[in-house]
T-cell receptor
Framework: GGIITQTPKFLIGQEGQKLTLKCQQN?????MYWYRQDSGKGLRLIYY???????QKGDLSEGYDASREKKSSFSLTVTSAQKNEMAVFLC????????????FGAGTRLSVL | GDSVTQTEGPVTLSEGTSLTVNCSYE??????LFWYVQYPGEGPQLLFK?????EKGSNRGFEATYNKEATSFHLQKASVQESDSAVYYC???????????FGSGTKLTVEP
């Protein structure tokens, strides 16, 4: 088995601040994802990466940057935190190709003051 | 684009009663359909998936049938337990890169 580790678990930021969330996986999976989870809206895709140094935009990419320097890690940056923003950011990984299971981390909970 | 619509929650049931969570989807392709479950403080985890139309998936007493004609994938369980309390997500995947589109989630609370 493997595990996905997201850091930090909780992140409190100020309006306008640039914030970085990190994700590590030891499944040796090719594809990694960042989803945003808001109450009542489900999970929405921000970015995904099918291999090292690859980046693909999801439906919610505006306001975010991502980086995949290594196969095992995938970072997400909130470029300018919005006041009163609250959400959970979930990282996931999977084998390449359709029909494969996504394995999720426990999430980073963001609050912006 | 692709979309998934599911029963709005929250849903509260008594232990031993039956559960149905409706899920319908829209896509121009031939998707694989998934049910994920999320327990408090954890990420979503796969409950089961069904890649082909007219087939049924099941796990832990939960089941759903991929109905291509009705574009539905309703989750059912005959007798729920308190330990089934969680948020349930219906999802579809149809791209080669395994991008999943999720519904809004249905929070289930089962009372003893």
């Amino acid at each position: 088995g493997g595990i996905i580790t997201q850091t930090p678990k909780f992140l409190i930021g100020q309006e306008g601040q640039k914030l970085t969330l990190k994700c590590q996986q030891n499944f040796n999976h090719d594809t990694m994802y960042w989803y945003r989870q808001d109450s009542g809206k489900g999970l929405r895709l921000i970015y995904y990466s099918i291999t090292e140094n690859d980046l693909q935009k999801g439906d919610l990419s505006e306001g975010y940057d991502a980086s995949r320097e290594k196969k095992s890690s995938f970072s997400l940056t909130v470029t300018s935190a919005q006041k009163n923003e609250m959400a959970v950011f979930l990282c996931a990984s999977s084998l390449r190709g359709s029909q494969n299971t996504l394995y999720f981390g426990a999430g980073t909970r963001l609050s912006v003051l | 684009g692709d979309s998934v619509t599911q029963t709005e929650g929250p849903v509260t049931l008594s232990e031993g009663t039956s559960l149905t969570v409706n899920c319908s989807y829209e896509t121009k392709q031939y998707p694989t359909l998934f049910w994920y479950v999320q327990y408090p403080g954890e990420g979503p985890q796969l409950l089961f998936k069904v890649p082909k139309a007219n087939e049924k998936g099941s796990n832990r007493g939960f089941e759903a049938t991929y109905n291509k004609e009705a574009t539905s994938f309703h989750l059912q369980k005959a007798s729920v337990q308190e330990s089934d309390s969680a948020v349930y997500y219906c999802a579809l995947s149809e791209s080669n890169y395994n991008v999943l589109y999720f519904g809004s989630g249905t929070k289930l609370t089962v009372e003893p």
